[in-house]
C-alpha cells in the first residue's frame, strides 16, 4: 500500500481505502468532538442537580439564621453561633466543609474561617449570577483568592453558590457558597464519562462500519467494472489495430495490383496497339492516295489509344517505394507532376533522422500528395502549390495547398485525372491506417488538404 500511495498518490487508491482513510479521519474527529460534548453536558447537568438538591437542602437551615442581613450588614453573633453549630459534629457539616456568607460587592459576612470574614474580594461571575437569583456551581475549581483553605484540604470538592431571599419580600440579601465534599461524585462523573465515550464510540464504530460495508461493496462492484473496461477496451484496441493492420496490408495489396495492372497495359494492349499502327503505315502503301485518309484516321485513333493506354499505365505504376526514402518520394512527385503540368511545387520536409515508415504508410502519402497535386493543378490552375510533411514524434502532418480560389466544402471524390480514386477513396485510405484527411479553405484564400496520422499505431 505505501508503494502504490508513493506512485499514485491518493488517485491510485481503491475507493473502500480513499473512504476507510478519509472517513477514519472524520470519524475520529466526530467521536472526539461528540464525546467532549455529551461528556460535558452530562457533566453539567449532574453538577447543577446535585448543586440544587444541596442548595435547597442548605437553604432551608441556613435561610431562617441570616435574616437579620435584610436590615444589617454583618450577621449577629448569635446568628454566627447558630451557623457555625449547625455545621460542627453533624451529618451536614461531614458533607459541607466550609462555607462562606457573602454581601453585595463581594463582602464576606461569615465564614467558617474567620480570619476571612469582614473582608472583600472582587465578585466571580458565578456570584454576580447568584446575587441575581441562579444557583451556580463549579466542580473542582478552587482557585480563586478566598479559596486558599479549600484547594489545600487535597479532596475533591463541589462549590455551591445559593441566594438567599428575605422571607418576607423574596428578595435576594446574600448569597450563601459552600463546599462540599464530591468523592463520590468525581467517581459517578468519572463513569459517566466512560460511558457516554464508550457508547460514542460504539455508535461511531458502528455507522463507519456499516458505511465502509456499503462503500467496500460499491468500490468492489467499481473495481470489476473497471477491469472488464480496461480488458474490452485492450481487445477492442487490438481489434482496431488488426483492422488497421488488414486495411493498410489490403491497401498495399491494391496497388500492387493496380501495378501490375498497369505494367500489364503497358506490356500488353500498349505494345499490341504499336504493332497495329507500324502495319498502318505497311497497310497505307497498299491502298494507294484513295484509301490513305481512312488509313490516317485509324492511325490517328490507335495513336491516341497508345497514348492514353501509357497515361493510365503510368498513373497506376509506383516507384520502388519500399527502397526511397519520403524525402525522395515527394521530390520525385513534385518533378513528375511539374514534368506533366509544368507547374513548380515548393516542397518542405521536416523528418528526424533514422525515421522509417512501412510500406503501406509510404503508399498513402504517395496516393496523397499525388491526389492533392492533381486537384490543385485541375481546380486552382496550379497557383502556389505546395507540400509539406513535419514528423514530431509520434505524429505525422502532411499538407499539400495551393492558392487557387479554394472551396466552401470538401469537393467530391471525383478525380482529377480519372487514374487515382478521387478525395472519397484517399479518405477511406487515410483512415485505414488511423489517421484523418481533412480538406479546408485557407488563410489569405486557397485550399489545403491536411493529413494526420499517428505512427503508434503503424
Given at each position: 500500500m505505501d508503494d502504490l500511495w508513493r506512485r499514485k498518490g491518493w488517485s491510485g487508491l481503491s475507493l473502500a481505502r480513499q473512504f476507510a482513510l478519509a472517513g477514519g479521519v472524520v470519524m475520529l474527529v466526530a467521536t472526539g468532538l461528540v464525546g467532549w460534548f455529551v461528556a460535558g453536558r452530562i457533566e453539567q447537568v449532574v453538577v447543577r442537580n446535585t448543586a440544587n438538591a444541596t442548595a435547597l437542602y442548605m437553604e432551608s437551615f441556613v435561610a431562617p439564621l441570616t435574616q437579620d442581613l435584610g436590615h444589617a450588614d454583618n450577621l449577629s453573633d448569635e446568628s454566627r453561633a447558630r451557623i457555625g453549630a449547625l455545621l460542627e459534629n453533624t451529618a451536614l457539616g461531614r458533607r459541607v466543609v466550609s462555607f462562606k456568607i457573602w454581601r453585595q460587592g463581594g463582602f464576606l459576612a461569615d465564614a467558617s474561617n474567620t480570619a476571612l470574614v469582614g473582608r472583600t474580594f472582587p465578585?466571580?461571575?458565578?456570584?454576580k449570577l447568584a446575587w441575581a437569583g441562579e444557583v451556580r456551581a463549579d466542580f473542582e475549581d478552587t482557585g480563586d483568592p478566598e479559596d486558599k483553605d479549600e484547594n489545600a484540604l487535597g479532596v475533591p470538592l463541589l462549590e455551591i453558590y445559593s441566594p438567599i431571599r428575605d422571607?418576607?419580600?423574596?428578595?435576594?440579601?446574600?448569597?450563601?457558597?459552600?463546599?462540599?465534599?464530591?468523592?463520590?461524585?468525581?467517581a459517578d462523573l468519572a463513569r459517566a464519562r466512560l460511558a457516554s465515550w464508550t457508547t460514542v464510540a460504539l455508535v461511531m464504530l458502528v455507522i463507519g462500519a456499516s458505511l465502509f460495508a456499503i462503500v467496500l461493496r460499491g468500490s468492489r462492484t467499481i473495481d470489476r467494472q473497471l477491469a472488464a473496461l480496461t480488458e474490452l477496451s485492450a481487445r477492442n484496441v487490438a481489434l482496431r489495430l488488426r483492422?488497421?493492420?488488414?486495411?493498410?496490408?489490403f491497401a498495399a495489396m491494391n496497388d500492387q495490383t493496380l501495378r501490375r495492372i498497369g505494367a500489364d497495359l503497358h506490356d500488353g494492349p500498349a505494345q499490341q496497339m504499336g504493332f497495329a499502327a507500324l502495319r498502318l503505315d505497311a497497310l497505307r502503301q497498299a491502298v494507294g492516295p484513295k484509301g490513305s485518309a481512312s488509313v490516317d484516321e485509324v492511325a490517328r485513333a490507335v495513336k491516341d489509344a497508345i497514348s492514353e493506354i501509357r497515361t493510365i499505365s503510368r498513373g497506376l505504376s509506383l516507384p520502388d517505394i519500399?527502397?526511397?526514402s519520403l524525402r525522395d518520394l515527394l521530390q520525385r512527385l513534385a518533378e513528375a507532376h511539374k514534368a506533366r503540368t509544368g507547374v513548380d511545387v515548393?516542397?518542405?520536409?521536416?523528418?528526424?533522422p533514422g525515421v522509417e515508415l512501412p510500406e503501406a504508410a509510404k503508399i498513402c502519402i504517395y496516393r496523397f500528395v499525388q491526389e492533392g497535386l492533381n486537384n490543385g493543378w485541375h481546380h486552382a490552375e496550379g497557383k502556389e502549390q505546395s507540400v509539406d510533411l513535419m514528423i514530431d514524434g509520434d505524429d505525422l502532418r502532411l499538407t499539400v495547398a495551393d492558392r487557387g480560389p479554394g472551396f466552401a466544402a470538401p469537393p467530391p471524390g471525383a478525380g482529377a485525372d480519372g487514374t487515382t480514386l478521387g478525395l472519397a477513396g484517399l479518405g477511406d485510405r487515410v483512415e485505414s491506417l488511423g489517421g484523418q484527411l481533412t480538406a479546408r479553405k485557407r488563410a489569405g484564400g486557397g485550399a489545403e488538404l491536411v493529413m494526420t496520422l499517428d505512427l503508434r499505431g503503424l
Open positions: 465578585p466571580t461571575e458565578n456570584l422571607v418576607e419580600t423574596g428578595r435576594v440579601i446574600a448569597v450563601a457558597e459552600f463546599y462540599e465534599v464530591a468523592t463520590q461524585l468525581k483492422v488497421q493492420g488488414a486495411a493498410a496490408r519500399d527502397r526511397r515548393a516542397v518542405s520536409c521536416s523528418i528526424p
